[in-house]
């Protein structure tokens, strides 16, 4: 979430029975804004897929899962994940279905009042693997727990916290991680003008180009391949641990299809264009609203996070 602002932790009076019952796992309590404006819980990793949604139209708590579509680096385990989200409002499930995707930072669900919450706010409950059955089992203290192929997980050592994208507020005495306090992946830079593709090998279609100095993470290594996001490849070859004098951050496009042009307002370009959604451009410069992201490619700074 944009902020953190735990109000209630695993330990407090209404979630024990949640994290010392059998089994267990270790809900918070989260009110990411306050109650005259909602906040969105967003996604936190590279790709989750809605999994089931439960209580809409009754009087049961509204209750949202997530899975990962691919293993997550946590701070103690790297493994697919489960997340239960609780408490959205019946009219903020509109766009959402079962089988829908979301990447890494998109909103998912509004914080709500469902289910006789006090106050807006969402409880947030994570299993390590994958959905098992309905998602959830009650345990041995009659609270209803999140049901995960390797079982619930203290969000602690299941998330990092991401100081770019969130504020932390109040954490009720949980210690979290920062990302930048953790050596998880370590950054590596281009070394020469690298084209970006949809897989592993130059049969796969070119889907963009990094210029020299950009920086990456490698998630996968096959070959001589390295995957930096879900869906996007290069060469390892021309990838250095080595810092240049000259680094470029990385941006995401949003939008479903957007143009590159040679310059701002330029020729909108035919070549490695139009970028597709969460494709990774690198930002060189930016000028009037627009971004510069290799040799005479700009983009329309607005789509990009």
């Known amino acids: ?20 019952g059998n ?12 109650t005259l404006k909602k906040s969105y819980f967003c996604c936190p990793c590279d790709e ?31 493994d697919y994940v489960t997340i239960k989200v609780t408490h959205p ?6 766009n959402i279905y079962v089988g829908k995707k979301y990447h890494r930072g998109e909103q998912i669900i509004l914080e709500g009042d469902d289910g006789n919450a006090t106050g807006y706010h ?9 959905m098992v059955g309905s998602g959830y089992i009650k345990n041995s203290k009659g609270a209803w727990v999140i049901r995960s192929t390797e079982g619930g997980v203290k969000p602690e050592d299941a998330f990092y916290i991401d100081k770019t ?19 998880i992946i370590p950054a590596r830079y281009v070394t020469a003008s690298l084209n970006v593709r949809y897989g592993g090998g130059t049969n796969y279609k070119i889907r963009n180009s990094l210029p020299k100095g950009t920086k990456v993470y490698v998630y996968e290594e096959k070959g001589s391949w390295a995957r930096i996001s ?9 990838l250095s641990f080595e810092v240049p004098s000259k680094v470029y951050e990385t941006k ?37 609203g627009w971004t510069k992201i290799n040799t005479d490619r700009w983009v329309y700074s607005k789509y990009l996070i």
């Not at 089994?23 to 306050?34: E, H, T, V, W």
């Not at 989750?48 to 680096?73: C, D, P, Q, Y």
């Not at 409002?89 to 509109?94: A, I, T």
């Not at 969402?122 to 994958?130: A, E, M, N, T």
């Open 165 to 183: 994208f969130t504020t932390v507020k109040n954490t009720k005495g949980l210690k979290f991680i920062s990302l930048d306090d953790a050596s």
């Open 48 to 78: 989750m897929v809605v999994k089931r949604i439960f209580g809409l139209g009754t009087s049961s708590s509204n209750a949202l899962w997530l899975e990962s579509t691919s293993k997550v680096v946590t701070p103690t385990f790297n």
């Open 122 to 130: 969402l409880h947030i409950s994570v299993g390590r693997g994958k």
């Open 252 to 288: 995401v496009t949003t939008a479903d299809s957007l143009n590159v042009r040679s310059k701002p307002n330029g020729t909108r370009l035919t070549v490695k264009a139009p970028l597709p959604k969460n494709t990774t451009c690198a930002v060189m410069e930016t000028k009037n």
């Open 230 to 238: 879900l869906d996007e490849w290069v060469s390892s070859k021309y």
């Open 1 to 20: 979430m944009k902020i953190l602002n735990i109000t209630q932790s695993y330990s407090g009076s209404g979630h024990k029975a949640h994290s010392e």
């Open 89 to 94: 409002n019946d009219k903020d499930f509109e």
């Open 23 to 34: 089994p267990k796992d270790y809900p918070i309590d989260d009110n990411g804004a306050s």
